[in-house]
C-alpha cells in the first residue's frame, strides 16, 4: 500500500526550478496571489513592481495552460490553491578581502512552485451574481451617463436658439433704425444748403432797399 503524500494538493501544477532568486524575494510575491482566482492574481502580479513578479506570472501562466489543454479545465473558473517556494542549491564564490582573506559569496536559488485547481461550485455562483450586479450597475451608472448628457445636449441647443433669436432680433432692430435715419436725413434739408439759400436771398432784399432809396431821393429833387 501506497501512502499518499501529504504536500501534495488537487489541482495542476507548474514549477520553476533552479531560478537565481532568494526564496524569501519570491514568497513575499507569492503571498500576494495566494487564494486569488487567475485572472486577480494576474493583475496583481502585473502591477507589482519586483522582479519576481515576472517570473512568478510566467510560471502562473504555464499552470493555467496545463490545466486548459491536460486537465480539460475552464481558465475562467480557476484560481490559485497553492504558491509557495522552496529553497534550491547554493553556489558558492569568493570575494577578495584585506589581508590575502577571502570571503564567501552565496548565490541562492529556489524552485517556485505554483497550483491552480477549479473553484467550488458554491463559489463560482456567488461570482457569476457578483458579476450580474456589477454588470447591471454599470449599466445603471452608463444609462445615467448618457441621460445627463442628453439633457446637457438639449440645455446647449436651447441656449443656442436663444442666442440665435436674440441675434436676429438685434439685427432686425438695427436694420429698422438705419431705415429711419436715412429717412431722416432724406426729408431735412442739410444745414449747408439752408445757409447756402440764405445767402443768395440776402443780395435780392438789399436791391429793394437801395431802389427805395433811390426813389425817395428822386422825389425830393
Request: hydrophobic share 40%; proline share 2%.
Amino acid at each position: 500500500m501506497t501512502a499518499s503524500k501529504t504536500n501534495e494538493r488537487p489541482g495542476t501544477k507548474a514549477v520553476l526550478r533552479h531560478f537565481h532568486m532568494s526564496a524569501s524575494k519570491a514568497r513575499q510575491v507569492l503571498d500576494l496571489i495566494r487564494g486569488k482566482d487567475v485572472q486577480t492574481a494576474a493583475e496583481i502580479l502585473n502591477g507589482t513592481e519586483r522582479e519576481a513578479a515576472r517570473v512568478i506570472a510566467k510560471v502562473l501562466a504555464s499552470a493555467v495552460a496545463n490545466a486548459v489543454h491536460n486537465d480539460g479545465q475552464i481558465a475562467d473558473d480557476l484560481y490559485v490553491a497553492t504558491a509557495y517556494a522552496d529553497e534550491g542549491a547554493t553556489m558558492g564564490r569568493w570575494r577578495p578581502r584585506a589581508r590575502g582573506r577571502a570571503t564567501k559569496i552565496r548565490k541562492r536559488t529556489c524552485h517556485i512552485t505554483i497550483i491552480v485547481a477549479r473553484m467550488d461550485d458554491e463559489l463560482l455562483e456567488r461570482r457569476a451574481e457578483a458579476q450580474r450586479a456589477a454588470g447591471a450597475q454599470r449599466s445603471r451608472r452608463v444609462a445615467e451617463s448618457q441621460r445627463r448628457a442628453d439633457q446637457q445636449g438639449r440645455g446647449r441647443r436651447r441656449d443656442a436658439a436663444r442666442e440665435a433669436a436674440a441675434a436676429e432680433a438685434a439685427a432686425e432692430e438695427e436694420t429698422v433704425t438705419d431705415e429711419v435715419i436715412e429717412e431722416t436725413t432724406t426729408e431735412a434739408p442739410a444745414p449747408e444748403i439752408v445757409a447756402e439759400e440764405a445767402v443768395e436771398a440776402a443780395p435780392e432784399e438789399t436791391t429793394a432797399d437801395d431802389a427805395d432809396t433811390e426813389s425817395s431821393d428822386e422825389e425830393k429833387n
